[in-house]
């Protein structure tokens, strides 16, 4: 059974530029999340989604992050414009559910300059 | 508020010792679940264990082993004849209710032949 997909795998951009992740679920996982992991700290959820519907996104900094999973498979994580303090791992993770135990992908390591 | 507690930041063994990792959490919520997560170098966190707050029993996986105590609030993780390939961060995590993993800073191990 193929694991979660991310890509890109790194990226560098300058700050006030804007980038763009794309993660694909484990197949028939109906929850999707993001994570952000800055260098040293536990991974931090940023927005859960439940098929293609939000469940929280209490810790997405909303006035330069988006995220979307369109037809409930697939989603985009957005940043723009990007900080210097946006450095870091962004993780995507799927669950069959709520409660669930959640499947990491490799993640992104994202670097503003 | 809920939180994870892992105080060492970084152990040192050598192979073949056991090694246990400690974890600590806080939880006002009567249902809650426990997990234990590696991140190897390469990034990718691998789930290991799923723990819900109504059952106490040790688990143990060939090397691995689980012992949950909840009157202490921590749910410890035991390498046993540990190996260079066990060299990675842990996280301890919890969930409550909400769905929300919760993780801790991480404990560094590291296993020297």
């Known amino acids: 059974e193929a694991g979660v997909a991310q890509s890109p795998r790194y990226k560098i951009i300058e700050k006030r530029q804007s980038v763009a992740f794309w993660c694909n679920p484990i197949?028939?996982?109906?929850?999707l999340y993001w994570y952000q992991q800055i260098l040293g700290q536990g991974p931090k959820l940023l927005i859960q989604f439940q098929n293609n519907g939000v469940v929280d996104d209490s810790q997405l900094p909303k006035d330069r992050f988006s995220a979307e999973r369109l037809k409930g498979v697939d989603s985009t994580l957005k940043i723009q414009p990007a900080k210097l303090e946006d450095s870091a791992v962004y993780l995507c993770a799927s669950s069959l559910g709520p409660l669930r135990e959640q499947y990491f992908g490799p993640g992104t390591r994202l670097t503003v300059t | 508020a809920q939180k994870v507690t892992q105080a060492q930041t970084e152990i040192s063994v050598v192979e073949k010792e056991d090694v246990t990792l400690d974890c600590v959490y806080e939880t006002r919520d009567t249902t809650y679940y426990l997990f234990w997560y590696k991140q190897p170098p390469s990034g990718e966190l691998v789930f290991l264990i799923r723990?819900?707050?109504?059952?106490?029993q040790n688990e143990i996986s060939g090397r691995y082993s689980w012992n949950f105590q909840k009157s202490t609030s921590s749910f410890n993780f035991t390498i046993t004849a540990s190996q260079v390939v066990d060299s990675a961060v842990y996280f301890c995590a919890l969930s409550g209710y909400t769905d929300k993993l919760i993780f801790g800073t991480g404990t560094r191990l590291q296993v020297f032949p």
């Open positions: 197949s028939g996982h109906a929850t």
């Open positions: 723990r819900n707050s109504f059952d106490e």
